[in-house]
């Protein structure tokens, strides 16, 4: 292989020492491996490694951490800040998130349809936002609420899981995890990517059979629930995803897509109210009744993750759980979902198990959080106490490794890290 006319051996020398430098470990096995075989974070390094490969001066770097959890998050860019310091190359960062912004930007150029709308020093903007659009933008951004009061719910949970459990193989990716959540309670588990977030999620739904534990709802065991009582049950806890082009189907209508729910389960809505119904669950999700007759492809991310809350409401459940519904929307979109699903619980007593890597997001709504790490809950409490203080090692390093819009704030927690060492690859 040649680059740029480099002999082989050199070309192979150069590649080796980048993987290397961008912290690929063993480089000459990954020299030899498919994308595949990597983990996000790392393929992320690899792109990096390609662009210096033809020694830069200037970096463009799209959304290079959005898909990314917090902590590998937090390490891709301090890695690009190095090799931006060792080189000296510029670096034009392309991001819809605040909080990465202040973690790496010196200036700040702000767009809104195609065009500048304001640009400066980044602590100064964020400080001072001239353009409304850019006051928007900050005021949209999510972790500045006020977080409530932990609230002394008496009653029954709603839903009781005792040491649930999943193995894959000899894999344990869920080890025997007991929480609880009372009727209009929203609680947030966090972790980072590979903690066994959306496993919890699967097994509690028996999407995946889980192979230990209980998970009492309303005092019935769905993990030993017979499929009949199960699918009656079912409908009463609903699931939202990251990505709801995956579980819309492109073929169906809006109006079929929400429907559907009363074909299968016609004991909840007869037939002729179907149409009045679609059109007040579009009203309810912030829709128009006319959209019912277009299909998922005419509508914005953010519209979709509207129909797909509005095809879960259908069914009337006690309980969604969102796994990461919010992590793809911009903050704007962002936090009118929040407001939406917030509106919900207040209408409907809903309860909220709320998967997300989004640190902010979480702290605005959330009323208790759970950690995860390695299939394992380590730190359990109300919002507040998780956020101002965590008790164990691996909550401090999530939030001290999470981005917050404010520069002042995020300056903060880099020095809490580098402190900590936290963030040691
Ligand atoms: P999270 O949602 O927190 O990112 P997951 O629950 O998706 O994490 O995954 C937890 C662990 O279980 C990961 O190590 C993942 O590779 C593993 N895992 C998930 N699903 C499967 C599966 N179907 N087969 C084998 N391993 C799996
Ligand atoms: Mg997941």
């Not at 889980?210 to 998970?215: H, N, R, T, Y």
């Amino acid at each position: 292989m040649t680059t740029h006319g480099t002999p082989a051996n050199e070309a192979q020398q150069r590649a080796l020492a980048l993987l290397a430098r961008v912290g690929i470990p063993q480089p000459a096995e990954a020299m030899l491996k498919y994308p595949h075989q990597f983990s996000g974070g790392q393929r992320q390094r690899l792109m990096i490694a390609m662009a210096l490969a033809f020694k830069p001066d200037i970096l463009i770097a799209d959304e290079p951490t959005t898909a990314l959890d917090v902590t590998v998050q937090a390490q891709v860019l301090a890695l690009l800040e190095e090799l931006q310091a060792e080189t000296g190359m510029g670096l034009l960062l392309i991001t819809h998130d605040l909080g990465v912004v202040a973690e790496i930007a010196d200036r700040v150029v702000v767009m809104n349809s195609g065009r500048i709308v304001e640009t400066g020093d980044a602590a100064e903007v964020y400080r001072n936002p001239q353009h409304p659009y850019t006051k928007k933008l900050i005021g949209a951004a999510p972790g500045k609420g006020a977080m409530p009061a932990e609230r002394d719910r008496g009653g029954e949970p709603l839903l009781k899981v005792e040491g649930l459990s999943k193995h894959y193989g000899a894999f344990q990716a869920l080890k025997g995890v007991s929480f609880r959540i009372m009727p209009g309670e929203t609680v947030a588990v966090v972790g980072e990517s590979g903690s066994g977030k959306s496993t919890l999620a699967r097994a509690l739904l028996r999407l995946d059979e889980p192979s230990g534990g209980q998970a009492l709802y309303k005092g019935r065991d769905l993990v030993t629930m017979v499929p009949k009582e199960l699918f009656g049950l079912r409908r009463q806890i609903q699931m939202v995803f990251q990505d709801p082009t995956q579980s819309l189907n492109p073929r169906m209508s809006v109006y079929q897509l929400i429907a559907e729910a009363w074909a299968i389960h016609p004991e909840i809505l007869p037939r002729p109210k179907w149409r009045e119904r679609v059109a007040d669950l579009l009203t309810k999700v912030g829709l128009s009744p006319d959209m019912a007759q277009r299909y998922p492809h005419q509508f914005s991310g953010g519209q979709r993750q509207r129909i797909a809350i509005a095809r879960a409401l259908a069914l009337e459940p006690r309980l969604i759980i969102c796994d990461e519904a919010v992590s793809a929307l911009d903050v704007s979109i962002q936090a009118q979902i929040i407001a939406l699903l917030e509106g919900l619980r207040r209408e409907f007593g809903l309860s909220y198990l709320f998967i997300a890597h989004d640190l902010p997001v979480v702290r605005d709504f959330a009323d208790r959080v759970i950690v995860m790490k390695q299939g394992e809950i380590v730190e359990e409490g109300a919002v507040r106490q998780i956020f101002e203080a965590p008790r164990h090692p691996y909550t401090r390093a999530l939030l001290a490794a999470g981005l917050d819009p404010d520069p002042e704030v995020q300056a903060r927690r880099r020095a809490a890290r580098t402190a900590e060492g936290l963030l040691t690859a």
